[in-house]
């Protein structure tokens, strides 16, 4: 959605002022989601060597499957190969 420029941080006001999950394979936004200490948006962040569709589609839909309820109340989900976690928003050391 928008501009395939658009700085990481207007994505993310983007998204959480529509309601939105982030999916990326970008580690950029799990780092300004904690040091943002906001509640919203949820990111998905996928963690694997070929970023491919066809290569993380089955890891995305188990993650949208297994972590919906997290995902729908605010968290940062990581997926890889080997494990998917979640952690709630905010984040807080």
Same mark, same amino acid.
């Given at each position: #959605? !928008?501009?395939? !420029? %658009?700085? =990481?941080?207007? &994505? @993310?006001?983007? %998204?959480? $002022?529509?309601?939105? #999950? ?7 936004? !799990?780092?300004?989601? %904690?040091?943002? !200490?906001?509640?919203? +948006?949820? #990111?998905? $962040? &996928?963690?694997?060597? =070929? +970023? @491919? +569709?066809?290569? &993380? *589609? ?7 499957? $297994? ?9 940062? #989900?990581?997926?890889? *190969? ?5 952690? &709630?928003? +905010?984040?807080?050391?």
């Amino acid at each position: #959605v !928008g501009s395939a !420029g %658009a700085k =990481d941080s207007e &994505i @993310m006001e983007w %998204a959480r $002022q529509n309601s939105c #999950v982030v999916l990326t394979h970008d580690l950029d936004f !799990g780092a300004l989601l %904690a040091a943002s !200490g906001a509640d919203r +948006p949820s #990111v998905l $962040q &996928i963690r694997a060597l =070929d +970023p @491919m +569709p066809s290569e &993380i *589609a089955p890891l995305v839909l188990d993650a949208l499957r $297994q972590f919906e309820p997290e995902l729908t109340t605010g968290a940062l #989900v990581s997926v890889d *190969a080997k494990r998917s976690r979640a952690r &709630i928003l +905010p984040l807080v050391r």
